[in-house]
């Protein structure tokens, strides 16, 4: 995929996911172009999914949700069957901000943003403990974040 983009597609790219609500005139302004070639490309961008969607990003601290916590999960069944019905019971809990099945000490790790530390441990207690299949859980609690960004070009 990544042989198909020229320079002006990495530059509309990097544009568009600073603000993906910049009108293309200016955006074929910054970029070079004139509106309909940007236009253009933007329609192809999307069309082959290297452009999967537009959205709000909204605020988590303006939400009250400043506390983030890393849960990793062990799971006491891990046949394809019990991993399909984990996944789809974890994206139903919407402080699961992401989750991850990974390689290593545990099968899962997930991000959970919550107002509080009792907030939190309701959301483990009656939400991520009950969900199938799980053993056992251990939490990581977030002092600072360091560097929080949504993709990007470099």
Known sequence: MDDRLDGVDRKILA????????PVAE???????????????IRHLEEIGLITGYRAILSPLKL????VTYVEVSM???????????????????EVEECYMIAGGCDYLM???????????????????????VGNTSSHVSMEAVVEQNFRLG
């Open 15 to 22: 544009e568009l996911t600073q603000n993906a609500r910049i």
């Open 27 to 41: 955006l074929a302004r910054k970029v070079g172009l004139s509106k309909t070639p940007v236009a253009l490309r």
């Open 64 to 67: 009250g949700l400043t506390h």
């Open 76 to 94: 006491n069944d891990t046949r394809e069957a019990a991993l399909q019905q984990f996944n789809a019971a974890v994206r139903a809990i919407p």
């Open 111 to 133: 991000k959970v943003r919550s107002r509080d530390m009792a907030d939190f441990r309701r959301i483990l207690a009656e939400k991520i403990s009950t969900l199938p299949h």
